[in-house]
């Protein structure tokens, strides 16, 4: 799917504007709770979905935003940039990518986004509970294949 939403470009280009600053690939993303509150977090920018408008992040499935989401996805995106004092709010649908898609563009892209993974990043994946902000990554972990959904 070709982009065409018109934020698009204009996003780039505060990214492009604000990018000696390394958080400004970070942005809110807030779901919606079971009680019908909001929820909001920071997760880090990864692109887009191939040339599509599809936002796309890492997420552990341990947490609380992947149980979120499997209720109700609808969700919005706050997204401030300091040098340009620019902000985005988008709202959308959020698709969490799992091992069992059928999908063989998104499991590419989870897969892409686990290969491109720090070493500091893959740790809340490999210990034992989600939101852990340290830990060792074994030697012997294959960074070629997420951690499985089981």
């Given at each position: 799917?070709?982009?065409?939403?018109?934020?698009?470009?204009?996003?780039l280009k505060s990214l492009d504007k604000n990018h000696e600053l390394p958080y400004a690939k970070f942005f809110q993303l807030a779901t919606v709770r079971a009680n019908g509150r909001p929820a909001n977090r920071t997760v880090v920018f990864r692109g887009f979905l191939g040339e599509s408008d599809d936002l796309t992040f890492v997420t552990d499935r341990r947490s609380q935003k992947v149980s979120e989401v499997a209720a109700n996805r609808n969700v919005q995106v706050c997204w401030y940039f300091p040098s340009s004092r620019e902000q985005y709010r988008l709202s959308g649908v959020l698709n969490i990518i799992g091992e069992g898609s059928q999908h063989a563009q998104l499991l590419?892209?989870?897969?892409?986004?686990?290969?491109?993974?720090?070493?500091?990043?893959?740790?809340?994946w490999i210990c034992r509970e989600a939101g852990i902000t340290y830990c060792l990554v074994p030697a012997a972990h294959n960074k070629q294949s997420p951690m499985s959904d089981v």
């Open positions: 799917m070709l982009s065409s939403a018109p934020w698009r470009p204009m996003l590419h892209a989870r897969q892409d986004a686990w290969t491109n993974l720090s070493d500091s990043g893959m740790c809340s």
